[in-house]
């Protein structure tokens, strides 16, 4: 039944062989990794008007600057990651290149902001999107966690059925939400140049009481969670057709460009339409409405960018699983992440994605903007580590011609450096928790990499001069009765070994005797030894006895315990038979050099 | 930690040499058997005037006769079952009584309403004990569940903690019942005869209109409920000290007299005082209200009618687990009924009680009314069936003297068939679902009792002629390595046959070459079978290979699998490691014929 059910939402199993096939080609590529940058479109202007709209109307002028400074800000983002591409073709992630070149300790920060980072893109991701379906309909506003949780189940699913399948499903939500912008900014200017909708922000260039230099870092700081996502790409190039270097690099540019002019376009409309934030609607639903009405368009713009931020969540679960098994693979993350499922995707790094970023979306209860920051920061700390790795490496090799790429990285690293500290200083209330999780992460890194080689040394033998070695066996059968399963089991044990003793525990001292008249009476071979029990407990004497034949037998042999277990037919059988061999088997298991052998018997009624 | 929670809540083990010390005196006896019976009076004369009352205030009359009939009723089946007594010294419930006279389906019929019963008499004095609370304090009211539960959790601990000392607690309480209601009645008629309080009931013997043979019938079924109890003493003759008969008999007689005392004196009461039942407060609430006034006497009568109310479950506490064992020794209960607990008690028993009765407090929401039929009716059948079985048994048995005896019994059988009639004529839509209930519990009774007989007939073996049978053997070793652990798995498998295979699981040609180019250098003595698993299921290609050497080994050999398991250090290393060997063995383990093996490893750090 689960079998079945599995088959149905997952699929066939597939052979590792067809491993290959699951590549991506550029455009496929572009949907399944670009959703996450493209869509920080649908929130990034709405969080600068946010911060100035704490000072004024009149202070909404400002996010023109602050979007060209963000806009600028991409294009040497790009840059530099356009050179990770080409030095590390096999996958560049943050947590590799900083590895690499900065050292271990550096990588583990960078891995572990990753890590938590992604988990937050689908929790911003969904619960934005939501935010677009309840603009459209607020009769939704009071069940968004639903919403979200129910949407990050479906993409769990989607992924666990493997990647060219999802990409298949999800490239086309991406080129409509990138048309439908397009096809709103274009609209909108129209409308204004024919005076249809009157130019209405605030004056532009005129100094605003109150503002100051803290207030205009924050929006600008905020603005940059537009920038989340563009590491996406360097980090998945693996998953790329061949030629996967180049072909990633082409889609990184490409994507730059679309968000570029979307996040500027986005940015200037709202600003002549005279647009300020409000919690209950989002920018683009206002800027859509007013440009359309509330018609046909307007939710066709609503719905298509639902549906690419759902897809942004999309992104996470190609790079979560890919960056878990770098991690387990160097044994900082638990061995399981190493295995590919049925249709050969990370099964379980796809499973923990999935089910920590609804307890996210639960926590926060779908509220989008305190998730926004905690995730920013989490980006630009791996941003910076990464591009500082690049500068260290152009400094070692000093490969012909290295000065411009690192001059490249330079810039790009200060600046994600300066942006890092600008979010610390303007947003610590809200980030705080980023500095308690991450030592925590990489501490549990740290715990988990020291067990394995705790392991590893434990368990390495030297092939050439240690071999198993043979010793005597002991075999002690714990018996209730003289029935055919005692009969079978002993008949096992002395298959295996001639030292066999049959235990009986006895509770009073009539049913002792009647048990060893039966068994001389029946004499199969074996000795019974007979444990009186005082207090009915069937354990204790037991375990007592098992400890004076372990002592005994010291290193000259093998104690095994060998427990008849009755399979029941039905499952209600199981109430009608005291099942003390499971009780005993739990209780030996912890005890050192003891083995345990199961003898199953299975009832035919 | 559970341990030490345990011996603080139930007490040290005892040895079963203690058993005959918790014997019960008669007058201990007294205080745990017969609080039910006694309790009932708390109750009784309410459920008369409550039909009555729905005629009119002038029907209220009518209470006097019914209980003077009542009264003779209980005179009736003192007689009757005092005969049961001295005719099964050694127990003679209704089941046994029952089953020996009228045959097993009869047996069976009265020891599963018997068995339902309990849990009803634990659910209804629980609830009419809660209710004494609640009408002394009304903010009570709405946690009369809770309060409910918690004294039902209460119980099943000191019964848990063993019979005597439950006794020793609970004797006090039962004495001040009897001796508060009595003050309360001679304080009551002191105050009619003095003219304090003017007698206000309905003029006796006035015919009322509306009032029916039906009605009249209704509430004489209903006063019954008052008899309900009176059979725990023949239940628990083995619980007596020597001579138990005798004390059993002397206890009965004892207990009817105080019974049918308090019972005319409080339907006396009520009628002179005028009192019509009150869905709020009690009636012996309002007649103590009446006599005392809300002052301490009052509040110390509610307290003590709570407290035997409560006691009144405790009687089924002492009869469940007795019946329950019955039942088990004759195959129609789950062996667990049998086995005595750390105490000396049935503890499966006391906690099966315990559970049931609290879920019908919350299925009912304590609502004590609806509970009282289907526990009067459940109570009046195993009566019939009993006495029945005793009429047979005369006959039969035709001993000296055995007429006057023969008529007791007929008499008695002759009532409570009666009774039993009256109560399915007229309150058939309160009582139905036990005539559902009943046919199923004895279905089950049958279905346990089928599969017991097919186990031993299955198991039973000629101790003369079968004896164990020694095979040959092949051990199968699924190895992922070349560990210490599989070093010591072949040691140990060595050590009990040469006939051992190790099976690697190869997913892909690079990881099988190397392992193959390993063993042979390493040379542990055992060969290696290498299966390749293209799906990267692990459980599936080693099925397919035992399937294959099981076939092989047909009749001739043993086949055991050995798995090696990791036993961690900490709880969380568990995550770290597949433990693939947990699900082969849960697979394998509804196999035919595959032994199982377990070599624990424990890790050291």
Request: hydrophobic share 50%; with cysteine; charged share 15%.
């Amino acid at each position: 039944m689960v079998e079945k059910l599995k088959r149905l939402l997952i699929g066939r199993p597939m052979k590792s062989t067809a491993l290959a096939e699951e590549k991506l080609t550029k455009l496929k590529a572009l949907a399944v990794l670009s959703s996450d940058a493209l869509s920080s479109v649908a929130y990034g202007t709405e969080q600068i008007l946010i911060v100035l709209m704490t000072v004024g109307f009149a202070a909404l002028w400002y996010s023109i600057p602050i979007s060209i400074a963000v806009l600028g800000l991409l294009l040497i983002l790009i840059l530099s990651y356009r050179q990770t591409i080409y030095t590390y073709p096999s996958g560049g992630g943050a947590y590799i290149v900083a590895k690499e070149n900065l050292g271990l300790p550096f990588g583990l920060v960078a891995g572990g902001s990753l890590l938590v980072d992604y988990i937050l893109t689908v929790a911003v991701s969904a619960s934005a999107g939501t935010d677009a379906i309840t603009s459209a309909f607020p009769a939704l506003h009071d069940h968004r966690v639903l919403v979200a949780v129910l949407i990050i189940a479906l993409l769990t699913l989607l992924n666990l059925r493997g990647v060219t399948e999802s990409a298949s499903i999800l490239a086309i939500p991406v080129y409509l939400f990138v048309i439908a912008i397009i096809f709103l900014i274009i609209s909108g200017l129209y409308q204004l140049a024919t005076g249809a909708v009157p130019i209405s922000g605030p004056r532009y260039g005129v100094p605003v009481g109150g503002i100051s230099l803290f207030l205009l870092l924050k929006a600008f700081s905020s603005g940059c969670s537009a920038l989340t996502g563009v590491e996406a790409v360097s980090n998945a190039i693996p998953n790329f057709k061949a030629p996967a270097e180049k072909n990633a690099a082409k889609t990184l540019m490409l994507m730059g460009g679309i968000l570029g002019a979307l996040f500027i376009g986005i940015s200037l409309l709202a600003y002549w339409y005279g647009i300020s934030p409000n919690p209950k609607e989002t920018v683009v639903s206002q800027l859509a409405a007013s440009t359309f009405g509330r018609g046909i368009i307007y939710y066709l713009i609503q719905a298509v960018t639902a549906a690419i931020l759902f897809l942004a969540a999309n992104t996470a679960f190609s790079a979560f699983p890919l960056l878990a098994f770098m991690l387990a693979k160097d044994k900082f993350m638990p061995r399981m992440f190493m295995v590919r499922g049925d249709r050969l995707g990370f099964s379980n790094g796809i499973i923990v994605l999935g089910v920590f970023s609804a307890l996210l979306i639960v926590i926060f209860n779908g509220d989008t903007e305190n998730l926004i920051p905690l995730y920013a920061v989490g980006v630009f700390i791996p941003f910076t580590l990464s591009q500082g790795g690049m500068m260290k490496r152009w400094v070692s090799n000093r490969p012909a011609g290295w000065l411009l790429p690192f001059l490249v990285n330079t810039v790009g690293m200060l600046t994600t450096l300066s942006i890092a500290l600008i979010f610390i200083i303007t947003k610590f209330s809200q980030i705080w928790i980023v500095f308690l999780f991450l030592p925590l992460v990489i501490f549990i890194f740290q715990k988990i990499n020291q067990h394995y080689q705790d392991i590893a040394d434990e368990l390495r033998i030297d092939i050439y001069r240690e071999k198993p070695e043979i010793k005597g066996s002991i075999v002690v059968i714990p018996v209730a009765g003289i029935t055919r399963v005692v009969s079978s089991s002993i008949g096992y044990a002395k298959s295996l070994t001639d030292n066999v003793v049959a235990v009986y525990i006895g509770f009073d001292e009539e049913s002792i005797e009647r048990m060893e008249s039966r068994w001389e009476e029946w004499n199969p071979g074996v000795r019974l030894i007979v444990l009186r029990s005082r207090y009915r407990s069937i354990i204790k004497p037991l375990v007592k006895f098992i400890d004076t034949v372990e002592w005994k037998a010291a290193e000259t042999d093998h104690v095994t315990v060998l427990i008849p277990q009755f399979i029941t037919k039905k499952w209600w059988h199981n109430i009608l038979h005291n099942q003390t061999s499971l009780l005993i088997r739990a209780y030996l298991f912890k005890r050192r050099d003891v083995r345990i052998a199961t003898f199953p018997y299975h009832l035919q009624k």
